[in-house]
């Protein structure tokens, strides 16, 4: 299973492994989310964070603040960082780099889309795309009617057109076949990054699968709750599961046939795993699973630094960085709207 | 410095001992407090102690003081930002006064702020028309030019035709020409069209989207622009292409139309009629020329309003930086529960006791606050910081030790000892008195221009060369006396005191390399004879003198080493250190490595030919026999006896009696009850600082700690003294270095008698000295003087386990932020 990659790994992937974990060392701590929830303002999230890795980003920001000023500088700090990484990555981390990004160029590319069949202004949209997600050609999407056109105007230059095999019919787009097309584009994405992957060998193979599978799990159980009413058919749920992960095959023909959350339940019970996620949630309830995912999810990006030698490390600092980012945000939206109440609902301690 | 009041008998110990220092305790009446911490920072000379370390920034008293600094702080940088952009440079001038108002200087920094807001944004809506407009005219001149070629074309193209109709039909008459000729005109398809600029990057790209998304259905036409144009979006200079589209039909139109914002590419309106071009043309020039008139008056307007702010930007910065260090000093201040006064902690020395008083007296008074702020010390047991009154002399020195580890409060620093020591030991290693004179000579450059450069940021190596400038003029100077000594310019020797000691045998000096020189004079003055350079036994000697003196100086410097442990344990009161671990390693060293130094000297005052490694290794080996030949005086081999014994006893001396006495004192303390705490306060400091205040005892581990010392010592005295065969090593490849760079380089030039090579040769060895001799070998001595002086002096004595004394003074602050 492993190679000899502690021999040769430094060479090329010794700098940015440190550099990741400088960065790593950078991430708020749980003293500092306890000192961010009780902030009165968003200037004193301003100034807590004045205090951190942020502080350049948000120096100059002139009073007042919004919750999207900070989320966007604190973003773009992610994106700095990201730029610097993949400028001094050579192959095949620099791909494997390039890969962690797809994820937000299917979202951007579903969020164009939307945003166009429901009118709305371009700039406003791409404003709204993450920035790591962004390409070249990405406003033209709007001139877009039907997948065809989709793929043949401005995918077929993107990573991206390979996904796009599976999904090009004629159908003119709605919001159902935007939603079909972002999760069979995510499937093949997830399937091509694993593929990759187990390519690379050694540590990355092994730390990624895992990762990559949880990731896919999530969404097979994502893709099930939200199928629940609709008018996809089970053989169409099943297609958009990815070919990896914990619950293939099995647990996927299962979770096809589920017809209500407790069903869903009652399969990812059998996986232990999964079952102290499902353990916390009363009978009914899937308000929190996304929360309980998430934090089933940090921990096992926080247990990829444990090892050395790997290219999983790039993955969950950019994951952890994202998460840090959503807490920040929900963190700075419950002080501006006075629900402080509410602020540990969704934030996701990181350590 | 000596008017300082000191209680007690002993002289002044500026920089020996750490100064005096003691925890103060202020309690300020909270209308006074504001200036009574400026006043306090201007002193510089208390360290206050955060008492509110477990609250979070903004929970704490002052959190919108800080905020507004901040805020000004922010537009601050907005203004300096803006100032560089226009070309200014914000004025230099001397920041005394602070009688600025903050509330006023808020006032007004937001005043500005919108104003040069506002003026940034009508300038920008001008500039952005403006190249607009310089847009629109490129486009109209160059797709004007399209339209012109392809009239042209299609005119020439129309006479061909008609030629061709008019003779033979030929093969290459296109058929569907004909036909598109014929078309009936009500058919034709109405070609709508577009002209606009696109970036040149974007080009290929979007003619490939053009083409793909109308299926080809489309004539573009670019041309290059040379000039980059400033987009009007941006504002920044982009290289594009005019381009112009031809299509048909509304729905490609809309895409295309799309395209074009999707890749940023402007359109501009443009009419095919050539009249109207040329018409437009001069219309955009007149309205170009009438907004360029607009914006110069716009940035003129913009100048002076930067310019006034850059008159009083530094003050208002100077202001802004000192208000928000002193709230955040008051945020490290606990608040009385009547919320009436401020309480105080921090570090100040003893001396500057009547200063602060001051300070807060004359506070209270500016104020006129009714109550005075009130000042007392308070006892604690917790180790006070380490402040050393340094000068821009000593300073330098006194970082070489604090890069080591700052001196525990009140501990001998060997800052004043390397003052000497270091440069001293560095010429052991670099003597040479020509390449004494270029150090200095560099040297005397930087402290000539003192206060130009002290002023201005040096790069990285300058700023070190720089800070060191004064230990660098001590090694210069002690290596131009070595360098005497050594009787070595760039490795020539010179007859500089008097003649040569020696002599010829005979005229003819056949023998002088063979059989020798005979004594014809007295001895040489000071330093070497120049006439063992170049005999035979010119290294026997050179090294022979250089290693027994390497051992002579670390001998010297590590009893001193040892001397000062003893002046830390009389300091401190501590005698069980003076008689267990002073004497005994005193006896150990000197009894070895010190009765080895007295041999030494015997040897060159006598000039036995004993064999001093025979007589130490046989003192160890059988010190009954006897010695022979290698006797030195009389007596000898009782003395080594003696010694021998004494090191042996030393050792159980040094290890034993310490930690079983520390038991006993533990013991004893213990066994006792303690008085009672007498007042009230002693009793608080003694709960705050309880645990510092009485340590574990643990007697194995005081055990193992000093077999470890032992141990050290023991193995330290041969291998430290070995290190200091390093003099000998450096100062020989010093010398070694340098002969072959004479020698081999520029003698060997000299005797081609070329020009060329001469000049080449003396290139090769200026290159030479400098960069290997100069540079390099001051390097690599300096850092062999500093290991000298951190492992093999320090570790005798030195604890530098304190921290450094740091006061909130503004000047430190104006320091950091430049």
């Known amino acids: 299973m492993y190679g000899f990659e502690a021999m040769t790994f430094n060479i090329h992937g010794g700098y940015l492994e440190a550099i990741v974990r400088g960065h790593r060392s950078g991430l708020l701590t749980a003293a500092d989310y306890n000192n961010l929830c009780q902030c009165e303002t968003l200037e004193d999230i301003k100034m807590h964070l004045s205090a951190t890795e942020y502080g350049p980003y948000l120096q100059n920001e002139p009073s007042p603040l919004h919750t999207t000023t900070i989320v966007e500088k604190c973003t773009l700090k992610l994106v700095d960082e990201y730029k610097q990484m993949l400028c001094q990555a050579t192959e095949p981390l620099s791909t494997f780099l390039e890969y962690i990004t797809y994820g937000h160029m299917i979202d951007n590319v579903v969020l164009i889309v939307t945003g166009t069949l429901h009118e709305r202004d371009v700039q406003e949209l791409l404003e709204k795309c993450h920035p790591l997600g962004m390409f070249d050609s990405i406003a033209t999407l709007a001139v877009a009617q039907n997948m065809k056109e989709l793929y043949r105007l401005v995918l077929v230059d993107t990573p991206l057109a390979p996904y796009f095999s599976e999904c090009i019919t004629s159908e003119d787009l709605d919001d159902m076949n935007i939603e079909i097309m972002r999760n069979t584009l995510y499937k093949a994405y997830l399937e091509d990054f694993y593929r990759f992957c187990q390519k690379l060998g050694g540590a990355t193979a092994e730390i990624m699968s895992d990762l990559l599978a949880f990731e896919a799990d999530r969404r097979a159980v994502n893709i099930t709750i939200n199928s629940i009413g609709t008018e996809l058919t089970r053989d169409d749920r099943r297609k958009l599961y990815s070919s990896f992960g914990l619950l293939y095959p099995y647990g996927h023909e299962e979770l096809a046939v589920s017809e209500d959350i407790d069903q869903v339940r009652a399969v990812m019970e059998k996986y232990p795993p999964y079952q102290s996620i499902f353990s916390k949630l009363s009978y009914g309830e899937s308000q929190l699973l996304d929360k309980a995912f998430y934090e089933e999810e940090v921990k096992r990006l926080c247990l990829a630094f444990e090892q050395q030698f790997h290219y999983g490390v790039f993955f969950a600092y950019m994951r952890l960085r994202e998460q840090e980012i959503r807490n920040l945000m929900w963190i700075s939206e419950c002080v501006a709207q006075n629900q402080k109440s509410r602020v540990h609902d969704s934030v996701v301690f990181i350590f | ?818």
Not at chain 2, 544 to 571: D, E, P, R
């Open chain 2, 1 to 818: 410095m000596g008017e300082r009041g000191r209680e007690g008998c002993c002289p002044p110990m500026d920089l020996m001992r750490s100064e005096p220092m003691h925890l103060v305790q202020l309690i300020i009446p909270i209308e006074s407090a504001h200036r009574t911490i400026s006043y306090l920072g201007d002193l510089g000379l208390i360290q206050f102690k955060d008492l509110n370390a477990e609250k979070s920034p903004f929970q704490r008293t002052y959190a919108n003081q800080i905020k507004r600094c901040g805020e000004m702080a922010r537009k601050l940088r907005f203004f300096r930002e803006q100032i560089l952009k226009a070309g200014f440079s914000p004025a230099v001038r001397s920041v005394t006064e602070a009688d600025l108002n903050l509330d006023d200087v808020e006032v007004k920094l937001g005043d500005l702020e919108a104003e040069l807001v506002e003026i940034n944004a009508n300038g920008e809506k001008l500039q952005r028309t403006y190249n607009e407009l310089a847009e629109y005219k490129l486009v109209i001149q160059k797709a004007g030019e399209f339209f012109h070629s392809a009239l042209s074309s299609a005119e020439a193209q129309q006479r061909e035709f008609a030629s061709n109709q008019s003779g033979e039909e030929s093969l290459e008459t296109p058929l569907l020409s004909e036909q598109e000729m014929t078309t009936d005109p009500s058919k034709q398809v109405k070609l709508g069209f577009t002209a606009g600029l696109v970036p040149r990057e974007k080009s290929i790209a979007f003619e490939r989207i053009l083409f793909r998304a109308t299926r080809g259905n489309v004539f573009l036409k670019q041309a290059v622009v040379d000039n980059p144009v400033t987009d009007p979006v941006s504002g920044e200079k982009v290289e594009k292409n005019v381009f112009a589209v031809f299509f048909s039909g509304e729905r490609a139109k809309n895409k295309i139309l799309k395209i074009c914002d999707a890749f940023g590419a402007n359109r501009y309106p443009f009419s095919e009629d050539l009249g109207k071009q040329a018409q437009m043309i001069t219309e955009v020039s007149g309205r170009l020329s009438e907004l360029k008139t607009t914006i110069d008056a716009g940035l003129v307007h913009r100048g002076n309003l930067l310019q006034t702010i850059g008159e009083q930007f530094e003050r208002w910065n100077f202001l802004v930086r000192r208000e928000k260090s002193i709230y955040h000093t008051l945020n490290m201040l606990s608040i009385d529960v009547t919320k009436k006064c401020l309480v105080a902690e921090g570090w100040s020395p003893v001396f500057a006791t009547k200063q602060i008083q001051d300070a807060l007296h004359r506070a209270t008074q500016d104020c006129n606050s009714q109550v005075d702020a009130i000042f007392q010390v308070l006892h604690t047991r917790e180790m006070p910081p380490t402040y050393f009154q340094t000068n821009k002399f000593t300073s330098a020195f006194q970082e070489i030790v604090d890069a080591y580890g700052v001196a525990k409060y009140q501990e001998a620093n060997p800052g004043v000892y390397t003052i000497v020591t270091f440069p001293f030991l560095f010429a052991v290693m670099f003597g040479d008195w020509g390449h004494g004179i270029c150090l200095l000579l560099g040297t005397l450059y930087f402290i000539i221009r003192e206060k130009k450069l002290s002023s201005q940021k040096l790069g990285d190596i300058m700023e070190m060369t720089f800070g060191g400038r004064y230990v660098i003029l001590l090694m210069s100077l002690f290596s131009i006396y070595t360098g005497f000594i050594y009787n070595e310019f760039f490795s020539v020797p010179f007859e500089f005191f008097s003649r040569s000691a020696y002599s010829c045998r005979d005229l003819s000096c056949s023998e002088a390399t063979t059989v020798g020189l005979i004594k014809a004079r007295d001895t040489y003055p000071f330093g070497v004879d120049p006439a063992w350079y170049g005999s035979r036994s010119e290294l026997p000697f050179l090294n022979s003198m250089k290693m027994k003196m390497s051992i002579l100086l670390g001998v010297a410097q590590m009893n001193l080493g040892i001397i000062l442990s003893y002046f830390n344990s009389k300091f401190f009161g501590n005698s069980i250190n003076t008689w267990f671990q002073f004497i005994p390693q005193m006896i150990f060293l000197n009894s070895l490595f010190g009765y080895l130094s007295v041999l030494v000297i015997i040897k060159w005052c006598t000039g036995s030919k004993a064999d001093l490694y025979h007589v130490m290794i046989y003192m160890f080996l059988s010190p009954t026999d006897e010695i022979g030949e290698n006797q030195l005086f009389p007596g000898q081999k009782t003395t080594q006896l003696v010694l021998l014994l004494l090191a042996f006893v030393s050792v159980p001396w040094m290890l034993l009696p310490k930690p079983f006495l520390l038991k006993l004192q533990h013991d004893r303390h213990h066994g006792q009850y303690a008085p009672l705490p007498d007042s009230e306060e002693s009793l608080q400091s003694e709960s705050n600082q309880d645990s510092h205040g009485h340590e574990e005892f643990e007697f194995s581990e005081i055990f193992v700690h000093q077999l470890i010392h032992t141990i050290e010592f023991v193995l330290g005295a041969v291998s430290n003294t070995a290190s200091y065969l390093r003099l000998w090593a450096l100062s020989l490849a010093h010398s070694e270095l340098s002969t072959v760079f004479y020698e081999k380089v520029l003698l060997l030039a000299w005797g081609y008698n070329n020009v060329i090579i001469i000049i080449v040769g003396i290139i090769i060895f200026i290159c030479a000295t400098v960069g290997v001799l100069l540079v390099m070998e001051t390097l690599s001595a300096f850092l062999h003087a500093l290991r000298l002086h951190w492992v093999e002096f320090q570790n005798k004595f030195y604890e530098g386990d304190g921290y450094k004394f740091y006061p909130y003074s503004f000047a430190l602050i104006d320091y950091e932020e430049e």
